[in-house]
């Protein structure tokens, strides 16, 4: 099973999640989505996968902290995703996407062992 990461290349979170993946030998690869941003039906997908745009978010970022009032409230899915195309980083992270299309984030040790069936 193929295994793309979507993430931030300096975001320690996604650094512990390919350490995981090689440590437990994982083929994946790795695309920094600030780099290489998703399409807006890529984002639309990973949110109704993640229980819709509000699951996909991190609203506990610094980033979304200091957005302005009227952008943490967007009214469509256009605006969602032209929001998540300006500021990727608040995309929660890492998505994870298999290829039979599961799409998961974040990471835990236990999360990732049963996702991959180790351990």
Not at 3 to 12: F, P, Q, R, S
Not at 82 to 93: K, M, N, T
Request: hydrophobic share 35%.
């Amino acid at each position: 099973m193929a295994t793309t990461l979507y993430g931030l290349k300096n975001c320690d979170t996604c650094k512990k999640a390919r350490k995981w993946l090689d440590r437990f030998g994982v083929a994946h690869g790795f695309v920094d989505y600030r780099d290489t941003p998703q399409p807006p039906d890529v984002l639309a997908g990973w949110a109704q996968q993640a229980g819709g745009w509000d699951a996909l978010v991190n609203r506990s970022s610094t980033t979304w902290r200091t957005l302005p009032a009227n952008r943490k409230a967007p009214g469509s899915d256009a605006e969602w995703k032209l929001l998540l195309r300006e500021y990727p980083q608040l995309i929660r992270r890492p998505v994870v996407v298999t290829d039979d299309g599961v799409v998961t984030q974040g990471f835990t040790d236990n999360g990732f062992k049963k996702r991959f069936g180790v351990g």
